[in-house]
């Protein structure tokens, strides 16, 4: 598989360190709020990166952060007068629900800064041990200076850096890019004793922490998106390597932006709709389809038109695989004949294809596009006259490549029933002379790739070909 990894700027074949145990990283989302559409994006693309090589058979270790202490957590405690830990834990039991509606699944490991404070302050201290951090009134910083490797990932000198840096007022750093590590305590803040006296740890080494702990001093991909090139990553790689002295991650993947009128949808900007609230509107699978459309690096502009379309997308993959089951129940109990199999042969093709587009970087969009590809051939091909042989193995393999996506994974609708009964309204409308309504139901089936026939046995429905 081929990666695009921003340390290089290359796409490079992805050789894991040990096939039966990839080691995956993604920063979390900070818990004061519910998360937007833009936040689901890495969420939803990672978590598809992990059932992707998990298909392709290797075995994935995943661990994804929450960050529960932070400048905005307790602002949102001080206003609603309550604990940072309680706002924290009301959204990281908000977060596992929504990441469930999109189909996210549970990473192996959620760890979170408030469980993992000693490990922290011991990591600070053997930065400060190994002169790579400094303190200075409680607070203990980051030495850029030392790192001679910073800047790497966002490919910029320390000098560009120290140039752009704006200078800051009452500067006790010893250059404007040291960040903090530690930070002394501020009155009417949370904080946890350390031998640079009361404070908290700053964002970034909580990452550098716990991915170490998690999974080890060198991991194969750390994942996030790409607002945390820098300061972020550029930050956990500094600190991570100069505690090591190795490589802390060898692929750095991170997803293109959400945007709304073309800016990055952001909690700041106000310009975001949470997933809780699109929710109210469109099924979770909606949300997930929308995000995978395109490929991950490349941005999208979330519109109601866009998030219509992968409705109606959706819905199409949802009647075919419906359309399977109905077939199922109702085909001849035979196994598959000669011209079924050469039809099947037809249809790997699109299994083959929709493993080129992942892994060409992950292109969802192309795989998207191959089980389209698929569905048509199926519904063209597999009717009533099929074995029950050949409707199971395209349902088989329709499945296959939808888990891999994470979509029309939902139980099989009782679409059967439901288009009985609109049958039988139908029936009854034309009995009582009402062909408006007969012919409005017979156009929104159409609408939905449903065909009905009228035939002297009665009206008889099929998928459109
Ligand atoms: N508009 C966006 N499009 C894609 N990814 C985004 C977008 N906004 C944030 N992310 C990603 O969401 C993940 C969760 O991050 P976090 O909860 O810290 O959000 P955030 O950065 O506070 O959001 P915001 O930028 O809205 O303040 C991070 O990987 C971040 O890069
Ligand atoms: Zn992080």
Redesign the pocket.
């Known amino acids: 598989m081929k990666l695009y990894n921003t340390l290089t700027r290359k796409k490079e074949e992805f050789i894991p360190i040990d096939k039966n145990n990839v080691k995956i990283y993604?920063?979390?989302?900070?818990?004061y709020n519910y998360?937007?559409?833009?936040?689901?994006?890495?969420?939803v693309v990672f978590d598809t990166l992990r059932r992707y090589l998990e298909y392709r058979g290797y075995n994935v270790k995943f661990v994804q952060n929450f960050?529960d202490v932070d400048d905005?957590i307790i602002n949102r405690a001080n206003e609603e007068g309550i604990t940072p830990k309680e706002v924290s834990e009301k959204y990281i039991e908000e977060y596992f629900k929504d990441a469930k509606t999109i189909g996210v699944r549970k990473a192996d490991v959620h760890p979170k800064v408030t469980e993992n404070i000693d490990d922290i302050i011991s990591f600070v201290q053997k930065l400060i041990d190994r002169g790579y951090a400094y303190e200075v009134n409680g607070d203990v910083y980051f030495d850029t200076s030392k790192f001679k490797d910073y800047g790497k990932l966002s490919k910029q000198s320390i000098e560009d850096l120290e140039a752009g840096a704006r200078i800051e007022v009452n500067d006790v750093k010893k250059s404007p890019m040291d960040f903090a590590l530690w930070k002394s305590q501020k009155p009417g803040e949370i904080a946890w004793s350390s031998p640079w006296g009361k404070g908290r740890p700053g964002w970034h080494i909580e990452c550098s922490v716990m991915a170490t702990k998690y999974l080890g001093e060198t991991i194969d991909i750390h994942?996030?998106?790409?607002?945390?090139i820098f300061p972020h990553h550029e930050n956990e790689i500094a600190q991570s390597e100069a505690c090591t002295g190795k490589p802390f991650a060898k692929y750095w993947m991170?997803?293109?932006?959400?945007?709304i009128n073309n800016e990055?949808?952001?909690?700041?900007?106000g310009n975001?709709f949470t997933v809780r609230d699109v929710l109210k509107e469109f099924d979770g699978e909606v949300v997930r389809f929308f995000l995978l459309s395109a490929q991950y690096r490349n941005p999208i502009n979330f519109s109601r038109e866009l998030m219509e379309q992968a409705k109606n997308g959706l819905e199409r993959l949802y009647n075919a695989k419906n359309n399977l089951f109905h077939l199922l129940q109702n085909v001849e109990e035979r196994d598959i004949d000669e011209e079924e199999k050469a039809l099947f042969k037809v249809f790997e093709k699109y299994r083959e294809k929709f493993i080129e587009a992942m892994e060409d970087d992950l292109n969802t969009a192309d795989a998207i596009a191959a089980v389209f590809e698929l569905v048509k051939e199926i519904n063209s091909h597999v009717n009533e006259k099929a074995s029950k042989e050949f409707v199971q193995k395209s349902l088989e393999l329709f499945m296959e490549l939808a888990s891999v996506l994470g979509i029309a994974t939902k139980e099989q609708e009782n679409l059967d029933e439901e288009i009985e009964k609109l049958i039988e309204e139908r029936q009854q409308a034309r009995k009582n002379r009402n062909f408006a309504l007969a012919d409005k139901i017979r156009d929104d089936l159409k609408a939905r790739g449903i065909i009905l026939e009228d035939t002297p046995q009665g009206t008889k429905w099929h998928i459109q070909k």
């Open positions: 993604a920063c979390g989302p900070t818990v998360f937007h559409i833009g936040n689901a994006r890495p969420f960050t905005k994942a996030g998106g790409q607002d945390l991170h997803n293109g932006y959400i945007t990055k949808m952001s909690k700041s900007k975001f």
